[in-house]
């Protein structure tokens, strides 16, 4: 059962451009974190955000950003894409330090 | 450096054997560990913890901890072709799951 929703499934873009990616969650969780997928599988964390807090990774590139409305959304903005940000994003959530529940991600292809 | 390192990279069992995954800590804060499961093209899905030395068993599959040396291990017995998927070990100083640190997985491919 899904309960953490990312927007698009698949983006395909041009070096340079902007790109904004969605995620909503429903379980009701007060953290939620984007993580980057590189085409080997390896899962690094970019951000953690609840109410209270932004951590962000020092590994993470500052065109890159964060954007929450309420606690049941995380944005993520890329400012100006290059290359090297082709990858699966993944979004996830959490109550607190609980388990986190990840979305299917989103791909993101750089032209 | 790797802090989380698993092995094998992949692994093939037949169908109803046992499949077993090993992860160990290079970090001395790392001892609380952690299992994902990912399916091609989903999300990873959290399997189990484990906090403690000695075994944790949830249904099929058993998660093993040796805090005295940082190595945990998963085995999942009766496997079956759904069990093909991608197995995260991820790693944390704190018993919460919000810092987790994840290795690089181990392919399981359970052949029918």
């Known amino acids: 059962e899904t309960a953490v929703f990312q927007t698009p499934n698949y983006h395909v873009t041009q070096v340079g451009n902007e790109v904004s990616f969605n995620c909503k969650q429903t379980?009701?969780?007060?953290?939620m974190y984007w993580y980057k997928q590189d085409s080997k599988k390896l899962l690094k964390i970019m951000f953690s955000y609840n109410n209270k807090q932004l951590i962000v990774n020092e590994t993470v590139p500052r065109r890159f950003s964060p954007q929450s409305s309420d606690k049941a959304h995380l944005n993520l903005r890329i400012k100006s894409v290059e290359p090297e940000d082709s990858a699966v994003y993944l979004c996830?959530?959490?109550?607190?330090?609980?388990?986190?529940?990840f979305g299917p991600g989103t791909r993101l292809l750089v032209l | 450096q790797q802090k989380v390192q698993q092995s094998p990279e992949s692994l093939s069992v037949p169908e109803g054997g046992m499949a077993s995954l090993n992860c160990t800590s290079s970090d001395r804060n790392f001892q609380y560990f952690w299992w994902y499961r990912q399916h091609s093209g989903e999300g990873p899905k959290a399997l189990m913890s484990i906090f403690s030395d000695g075994d944790k068993k949830e249904g099929r599959f058993t998660a093993h901890l040796n805090k005295a040396s940082l190595h945990v291990s998963l085995h999942i017995r009766d496997s079956q072709p759904s069990d093909s998927a991608l197995y995260f070990c991820a790693a944390t100083d704190t018993e919460g799951a919000d810092r987790l640190t994840f290795g690089k997985g181990t392919q399981l491919i359970i052949q029918p």
């Open positions: 996830a959530s959490s109550y607190g330090k609980d388990t986190q529940y």
């Open positions: 379980l009701g969780h007060d953290t």
